[in-house]
């Protein structure tokens, strides 16, 4: 059997889709613990993401194992690899959402999840620092693995009560951050323009401390302390920066990689809630359902253009 040549872009960006509205759930999520909003709409949205992430892995597995080398193949690819890393990012939020359902086997399958991305991310640094990859070919997404992914493997952690494993993976994304991220940086203020199906991927910009946020809030439980709040500080010039990037993103036509917008939008969502919830700002329950309605209506207008574009056809 001849190695397969990579798939690429293609099939590893449809887990965008999961990764979305797994997101968005957890955004609801924290509006039902602070806003007592009802559950159906984040069961709903785990439910879709659970299934969805289903077929997509069965798909992906069983084509894979038709063509010798595919996975590995797809790590190598030099603008698509880093979102090998949305496979087990999906499990790890279903997992440690479905936890408090099925307490034992809940956390196995997430600390499972983590080690899978834990391996993904190994073998994308090991690839990266061997020269695997030009400096040109670096795009935002590669913060995707190892500074959002771990992150979101602490929050992870947190929900399984393993408290000193969620900071040793907090500690993991901050370092990353600031190594991978000055290396992104470089490129893009010195490399020229991003391909246009990279630059989605600037919103890896915004997940990078919305995930932070949240875990370090779920890590530590209580007043807003310094920490917190420089990450919250990071937070919103990050949340500035996508509305200064709005004219380049109208500039894009859509496909399905604009699903890589959707989970930065749930994550940042999701942590506004709970930070207003810690705060006694005046009308912060209308500010928090205000930004969660317009999160879920960004993310259900995507859907619907998926949808509508999938019935039209290629053109």
Same mark, same amino acid.
């Given at each position: 059997?001849?190695?397969?040549?990579?798939?690429?872009?293609?099939?590893? %960006?449809?887990?965008?889709?999961?990764?979305?509205?797994?997101?968005?759930?957890?955004?609801?999520?924290?509006?039902?613990?602070?806003?007592?909003?009802?559950?159906?709409?984040?069961?709903?949205?785990?439910?879709?993401? *659970?299934? $969805?992430?289903?077929?997509?892995?069965?798909?992906?597995?069983?084509?894979?194992?038709?063509?010798?080398?595919?996975?590995?193949?797809?790590?190598?690819?030099?603008?698509?690899?880093?979102?090998? %890393?949305?496979?087990?990012?999906? *499990? /790890? $939020?279903?997992?440690?959402?479905?936890?408090?359902?099925?307490?034992?086997?809940?956390?196995?399958?997430?600390?499972?999840?983590?080690?899978?991305?834990?391996?993904?991310?190994?073998?994308?640094?090991?690839?990266?620092?061997?020269?695997?990859?030009?400096?040109? %070919? /670096?795009?935002?997404?590669?913060?995707?693995?190892?500074?959002?992914?771990?992150?979101?493997?602490?929050? *992870?952690?947190?929900?399984?009560?393993?408290?000193?494993?969620? /900071?040793?993976?907090?500690?993991?994304?901050?370092?990353?951050?600031?190594?991978?991220?000055?290396?992104?940086?470089?490129?893009?203020?010195?490399?020229?323009?991003?391909?246009?199906?990279?630059?989605?991927?600037?919103?890896?910009?915004?997940?990078?401390?919305?995930?932070?946020?949240?875990?370090?809030?779920?890590?530590?439980?209580?007043?807003?302390?310094?920490?917190?709040?420089?990450?919250?500080?990071?937070?919103?010039?990050?949340?500035?920066?996508?509305?200064?990037?709005?004219?380049?993103?109208?500039? $894009?036509?859509?496909?399905?990689?604009?699903?890589?917008?959707?989970?930065?939008?749930?994550?940042?969502?999701?942590?506004?809630?709970?930070?207003?919830?810690?705060?006694?700002?005046?009308?912060?329950?209308?500010?928090?359902?205000?930004?969660?309605?317009?999160?879920?209506?960004?993310?259900?207008?995507?859907?619907?253009?998926?949808?509508?574009?999938?019935?039209?056809?290629?053109?």
């Amino acid at each position: 059997m001849p190695p397969a040549a990579p798939s690429g872009m293609p099939a590893l %960006s449809r887990f965008g889709v999961p990764l979305g509205l797994a997101g968005l759930g957890g955004g609801w999520s924290a509006a039902r613990s602070t806003l007592g909003s009802p559950a159906w709409p984040e069961e709903i949205l785990y439910g879709a993401a *659970g299934s $969805l992430w289903l077929i997509m892995t069965a798909v992906y597995v069983f084509r894979g194992l038709r063509r010798k080398g595919a996975f590995r193949a797809d790590l190598r690819h030099e603008l698509a690899g880093p979102f090998a %890393s949305f496979i087990p990012l999906v *499990g /790890i $939020l279903l997992s440690a959402h479905y936890s408090q359902y099925l307490p034992p086997w809940g956390a196995w399958l997430c600390m499972a999840f983590i080690a899978a991305l834990a391996l993904v991310a190994a073998q994308l640094l090991a690839h990266w620092v061997t020269g695997g990859v030009s400096m040109q %070919s /670096i795009h935002p997404g590669y913060l995707l693995p190892v500074v959002a992914g771990s992150f979101v493997a602490s929050i *992870g952690f947190s929900s399984i009560h393993a408290h000193d494993a969620a /900071i040793a993976a907090f500690g993991i994304g901050a370092f990353f951050w600031l190594v991978v991220g000055t290396v992104v940086t470089v490129r893009l203020m010195t490399g020229g323009e991003l391909p246009a199906a990279a630059k989605t991927g600037l919103s890896a910009y915004l997940a990078a401390p919305a995930t932070a946020n949240i875990a370090w809030m779920v890590s530590h439980p209580g007043p807003l302390g310094a920490v917190q709040l420089g990450l919250t500080g990071v937070l919103l010039i990050m949340v500035l920066l996508q509305v200064m990037l709005l004219p380049e993103y109208r500039k $894009l036509p859509f496909t399905q990689m604009f699903w890589v917008f959707t989970f930065p939008v749930g994550a940042t969502t999701n942590y506004a809630i709970r930070w207003l919830a810690a705060t006694d700002l005046p009308g912060r329950e209308i500010y928090a359902w205000t930004v969660l309605g317009l999160a879920t209506a960004f993310t259900l207008a995507v859907a619907a253009r998926t949808a509508t574009t999938a019935i039209a056809g290629p053109k």
